[in-house]
């Protein structure tokens, strides 16, 4: 009795209407309600009748909905290793990183993004725990499997221990002077 009703409670939330609730609730002949055959009568309807085109979707399986309320696809012209291009090209100094600048997810990333910020430079970044095919694009275009990953004039550099080891040396400063005196030039 206690799991029908959660079942019902959780799933007024999600169900249309009383009818289908009942329908997917019905007791078996010993009056208990089977939790195997509630699943999948949800993940039925779920899909829609006839399997849907997208699973999870009702429009699409929905014969009754107009032709102009059907989801559509788009193709995309372009791929997320295009992305990561373009994003080199855009941004003299890009990361791609766990979270974003002003709220890092990891340390590595928080400390790539201190060091970068000492420079005063524009920083181009992307969160790649939002996306995860994002994160396997970003790893073929530079061919290195961790992250942060850190882009200066569209090359790869390296990760925050790389960054922090140039900043120590004195490279890096070189490595952004050009970035640096052009935004300086810009502001002007």
């Not at 079942?7 to 939790?35: F, H, N, Y």
């Not at 095919?133 to 990760?159: A, D, M």
């Amino acid at each position: 009795m206690m799991l029908r009703r959660l079942l019902r409670s959780s799933l007024t939330i999600a169900a249309p209407s009383m009818r289908l609730q009942e329908k997917i609730l019905a007791p078996s002949m010993d009056g208990k309600v089977a939790v195997g055959s509630v699943i999948n009568r949800l993940m039925q309807y779920s899909s829609g009748p006839a399997g849907g085109d997208s699973p999870g979707s009702r429009v699409a399986a929905d014969s009754a909905t107009h032709e102009d309320f059907q989801p559509t696809v788009k193709s995309p012209s372009f791929s997320l290793e295009d992305i990561v291009r373009q994003d080199l090209k855009e941004n003299p100094v890009m990361i791609y990183m766990k979270g974003v600048p002003d709220a890092p997810r990891c340390g590595f990333s928080a400390l790539a993004v201190k060091v970068l910020q000492q420079y005063g430079v524009p920083i181009g970044a992307r969160d790649i725990l939002s996306d995860l095919q994002l994160k396997e694009s970003v790893k073929s275009v530079s061919q290195w499997p961790t992250f942060p990953q850190i882009f200066i004039n569209g090359e790869f550099v390296g990760g925050s221990d790389i960054i922090l080891s140039m900043h120590q040396k004195g490279e890096l400063k070189d490595l952004l002077a050009d970035i640096s005196s052009g935004r300086k030039e810009a502001d002007a």
